[in-house]
């Protein structure tokens, strides 16, 4: 924020946080996604459009290595 910028990390109020713990849960709350059904639902179907012969399971499986 501007406030941190002028006035350094002590002036805000909820202290800094960890570059590892930021990431973990971003990529947890990814991974959290791409496993909801409509969400490997579409991607199948944009993939049908590259490669016909891709199955949902294969999509599915392919979105559990994604980050």
């Known amino acids: 924020s501007q406030t ?3 006035h350094g990390a002590g002036s805000c109020p909820v202290g800094r946080v960890p570059a590892g713990e930021i990431e973990t ?3 947890d709350q990814l991974r959290a996604v791409f496993r909801r059904p409509e ?3 579409g991607t199948w179907k ?3 459009t590259h490669a016909a012969d891709i199955t949902e399971s294969d999509a599915r499986e392919l979105m559990r290595w994604m980050p």
């Open 25 to 27: 849960a971003v990529i």
């Open 39 to 41: 969400i490997v639902a």
């Open 46 to 48: 944009a993939a049908r």
């Open 4 to 6: 941190v910028l002028k």
